[in-house]
């Protein structure tokens, strides 16, 4: 039997839902979401750990400076936790405030010092590229802000742990995404809007999914390339690896796979903060992420538990039975998208969306911002 559709969406992810909301409760057209896991929400599913709300895929903290991004989810959180992100990186036998601030250089200094005298540090050992212009990867960003030791005390090794390439082949916005400050300011973001969904991010895509009111079916463990024969959809959206839509015409994209282990400690509290990096040991994880800390409110609602929850990170290659979750932004990789690109503008039927179908970073703000503005253009066409 074939279904009839106005949407298939492929993807249950928060760029998948975004447009399945926007399209069914404002253009009231039908979509069929498909998501090959067995769960909808993506790579922010939450799953619940011994009484804490605990991220399968690695904790997931919302920042924007786009009230319209921020304005839009709220209308599925009926509010929001304020949080603080605090991150601390575990180098060379010390804890260090990441990223990098003037605590970093106090301690590996191992004294008080002023902003002035971090600064002059810094001016003494960037590193300018040996080309006219500015820097052309990854290795050559991070040497032109903060010299060579820095550079290898906090990223080198972590980056060749997280990505599986050395930094010289990357983008220099990878190695970028973390601000580099000579103030007490640490915390991982500046921007406006710093929180959390109060309930969690599943109960967001919950009512997300109620918003859609009877226009949209969401069907897990679905494959799309298993069923796409037995829908008869007028318009596409693909959120998947665009390599895979086009049978790898191309060749491979490269993309990075995370793996998540969980344990449960009994203690109130295992680890200083939310997030500890390893960039210099022989730990095969990047990062330890303790989710009762703050960060999600779980921390203060369930403050009298004996247990605790920390996630591992353990990078890995994207290969059979692997989920992809991040573009891996190397030369080789960006101009083998480019191909990519110029057959999907030929696919009036179908538009590619979120970060693995677009070859790009893109943080959740920045993957719901671009739904926003992708639905803008359906709108549109009707
Ligand atoms: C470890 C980790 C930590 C992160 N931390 C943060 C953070 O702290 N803050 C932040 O802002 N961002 C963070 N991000 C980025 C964030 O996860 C993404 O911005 C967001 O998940 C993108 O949503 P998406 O819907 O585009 O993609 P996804 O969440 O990947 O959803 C895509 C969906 O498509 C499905 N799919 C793919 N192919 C098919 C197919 N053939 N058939 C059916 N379904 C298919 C997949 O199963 C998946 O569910 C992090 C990412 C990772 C991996």
Redo the contacts with the bound molecule.
């Keep these: 039997m074939t279904l009839n559709t106005d949407y298939l969406i ?8 975004t447009l399945a909301e926007r399209i069914s409760s404002q253009l009231n057209k039908r979509a069929i979401v ?4 067995n769960h ?5 599913f939450d799953a619940n750990l011994c009484g804490i709300r605990c991220p399968k ?7 924007t400076n786009h009230k319209h991004v921020y304005d839009y989810l709220s209308l599925f959180t009926r509010w929001w936790m304020t949080s603080r ?1 605090e991150i601390m990186s575990w180098t060379d036998g010390k804890m260090y405030p990441f990223p990098i601030c003037l605590g970093t250089y106090e301690l590996f200094m191992e004294r008080e010092c002023t902003e002035d005298e971090f600064k002059e540090y810094l001016a003494l050992n960037r590193i300018a590229p040996v080309h006219e212009g500015p820097p052309k990867n990854g290795e050559e960003a991070i040497l032109a802000q903060v010299g060579l030791e820095f550079y290898n005390k906090f990223y080198r090794n972590y980056t060749i742990k997280q990505w599986g390439v050395d930094p010289s082949l990357l983008d220099p916005s990878v190695l970028l995404r973390h601000p580099i400050r000579t103030d007490r300011n640490c915390s991982r973001s500046t921007d406006t809007y710093q929180c959390m969904p109060y309930r969690g991010y599943l109960l967001m895509f919950n009512n997300m999914l109620e918003a859609c009111r009877d226009n949209a079916t969401l069907l897990v463990n ?4 298993d ?1 796409k024969d037995k829908i008869n959809a007028e318009h596409i959206i693909y ?3 665009i390599d ?1 839509f086009f049978n790898y015409q191309f060749g491979r994209l490269p993309y990075r796979s ?1 793996r ?1 282990e969980v344990k449960v400690y009994n203690a109130r509290r295992y680890q200083y903060c939310a997030q500890v990096n390893f960039p210099n040991d022989d730990k095969k994880y990047t990062r330890a992420i303790e989710v009762r800390h703050t960060i999600t409110g779980e921390y203060a609602k369930y403050g009298d538990t004996s247990k605790t929850a920390v996630i591992y ?1 353990y990078p890995q290659k994207y290969e059979g039975g692997t ?4 573009p891996i932004l190397t030369e080789e990789g960006k101009s083998t998208y480019l191909k990519y690109q110029d057959v999907a503008l030929d696919r009036e039927d179908v538009t590619f ?5 677009t070859f790009q ?7 719901v911002e671009q ?1 926003l503005a992708t639905f803008e253009t359906l709108k549109k066409r009707h």
């Design positions: 492929v993807g249950a992810g928060i760029t998948g839902l498909v998501d090959h896991r909808f929400g993506g790579n922010l895929y690695g904790l997931h903290y919302f920042h992100y679905t494959d799309y390339f069923y959120t998947g690896p895979r995370i998540h990170e989920e992809p979750v991040f969306a979120g970060g693995l179908a970073y893109l943080n959740i703000a920045e993957s739904a």
